[in-house]
């Protein structure tokens, strides 16, 4: 029998890592707060963690356990704790394995919720976060006289799709003893395996690509067994928990995680070569283009190039917001990674009141609009954009 952990993506995504027993075909949901048992002794052995029996569903469920144990599988890690959300799972992993008094060395194009947490939750416990370009962490972690405790970077980045060499970074936080940890949902684990490259944490917004329906808020955190007893604890007592009934959507919404994510490439990269042709927008940003900048990396470390992309239109903030308004099959909505296509303007929303200087380092200007391109007939979404583009010159 072939081992289960062996089992490629496709599978893993629909079976997991489980064998023939008999029983329910689908993960039954256990919805229940508390487990009951026969006698105090076999609950003491539970507690001190003897029988692996679960407890209490704050601290463990098996509906959640099923869908931790195939994540871990897709990942290639010893272990995945799912939570609430994905600041959940990056809130619990920084308390689980960074102390007061302790730094973190962040790239600077990272998701609008995680600066927040950095720049002002972390701070009030002590823990404090350098910001470094994302053409520049590995250097940074080489360079400094700083001993950074965790390393932090998102690849590809929102909205702009920057791409940072992964095994580059891992080698270096290896070389100078810091753990590393990724944001890895815009890639998904279908598109790209972080920790096949080295490094330690892979964290993903299960809201998006994983889940895939826009219907649960959701979190997961991959890695050793060393570094995930120190993130489960925290989590544990930080409280993110997830539901077993969104588990149970989640696990259901991996199953086809694996085509819906060709789909998602195949659709986007047909937008991103048919937009680059049109003279009304001036730059389109899909790392799946060669004229990309870091496209080269993104082909060295993506299986896929993913369902996002954003284009500059040759218009002003009123012709980009009439653009979108225009849009009928892509929803005027914030979120990404689900089945339907979506646009949203970053200056009116994910970064929204930020300053010049941030948002032009970021690469985003008035009329950058952002695509989550889903999985419906790719010609139909092509001939939505262009009758928005239409609509700006009448
Ligand atoms: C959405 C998102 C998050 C936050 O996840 P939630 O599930 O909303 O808590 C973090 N990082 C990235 C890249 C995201 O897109």
New binding site residues.
Partial sequence: MLNPKKRSPPTLCVQGTHSQTAGPAVVPIVQTSTFVFENQQHMLDSVQGKSGNHVYTRWSNPTTKSVEEKISALEGTDDTHVV???????SSAIMGLVKGGERILSSDS??G??VHLFNEILPQNGIHVDYVDTDEVADALLDSQEKYKLCFF?TPT?PTLKIIDMKQVADAAIAVGTISMI?S??GSPINQRPHEFGVDLV??????YLGGHSDI???TISGSNELMARVRSAAKLLGGTMDPFASFLLDRGIKTLSVRMERHNANAIYLAEKLSQDSRIKQVHYPGLPSHPHHQVARRQMNGFGGMLSLDLDSDLAGTRQFVDSLDIFLNAV???GVESLASIPVLTTHYGLGEKILSEAGICDSTVRLSVGIEDATDLLKDLLAALDSLNT
């Fill in positions: 609430a959300s994905g600041m959940a799972a990056i990272i998701y919720g995680t998102e929102n944001d949902t815009f964290m993903h917004s299960a809201t998006k808020i959701a979190g979120s990404l990674g």
